[in-house]
């Protein structure tokens, strides 16, 4: 091989490269490379082909980004990284899932995958092309349509419902763009379960528990509903918010996560109940365990607590 061809080699992985990461399609390859010159690259062992027609510019470990670049290229026009990959990549936390979501329009066929690609391909009716984001490279669905879809993805319905509750409980999406999704798609797998929890969570059960709460608690033994996430100031003038008051009775109940028993959180409980003890307000606490695994007894102490303060109920 000569000198000129070995400099136009070079500059072709250098344009490739920038321009596509590291990962590459064949076609985006024979922009800057000759088919010899990338049959070559391949042979001589300096760049690899992970799965038929996409090939990565080195031969060492991939990372996590150049997986989904691969997969993404593997899947063809028109296919977007979706449901739990989608959302992880924007920033929703506490859910861990090592394979890859696509979505593809359901016309779409695609190849079988190669054992080491663990992707997971889905095909709907519904896929607008709207529904990928713009500026986001590699290509994925909107937030809200990630959410959707990871929730109906989900092994089991309080997954799906705990996916929904994060997503808006860490500030990713706006309830009322998860509904608007959800309208749209009438064949959505789990549709029912996640109207009901959006409607909750849009009453403001913003975290699983207290979607239990409301579920299993205040519908199950009839209680009168309470505000949700009512805005509050303390003594200090901060703004912090009551899982669910009854304003009228004067009763407020907390549901308490597991972060409550961290010592810096469980400090800032006491002084937020004391602040309600002081203003007359009677503070229920439960731990969300016993919320879901006991309502019987959460609803039993919320309704003497709520005759004591003269309610029927």
Known sequence: MTDDTLIRIRQGERQVAMTQGGAVSKRAALTGLTAAALRWRV?????????????VSHSGPLTEDEGLRIALLWAGDGAALAGLTAARLEGLNGFTDNRIHILLPHSRQVRKPSPGLRVIVHRSRTFDPGEVHPARYPGRTRIARSLVDAASWMPSGRAAQGVLAAGVQQ????????????????????RTLITSTLDDIAGGAHALSELDFTRLVIRRFRLPAPSRQVSHRDSRGRCRWLDACWDDAKLIAEIDGMHHMEPGEWADDMERENDLQLARYCVLRFPSFVVRYRPGHVAAKIRQALRDAGHRC
Do not use: K, M, Y
């Open 171 to 190: 500030r990713l999406v706006r309830v009322e763009d998860l509904i608007a999704v959800t309208a749209r798609n009438q064949r959505l797998r789990r």
């Open 43 to 55: 042979d001589s062992g300096r760049w690899q082909s992970p799965c038929p027609g996409v090939f």
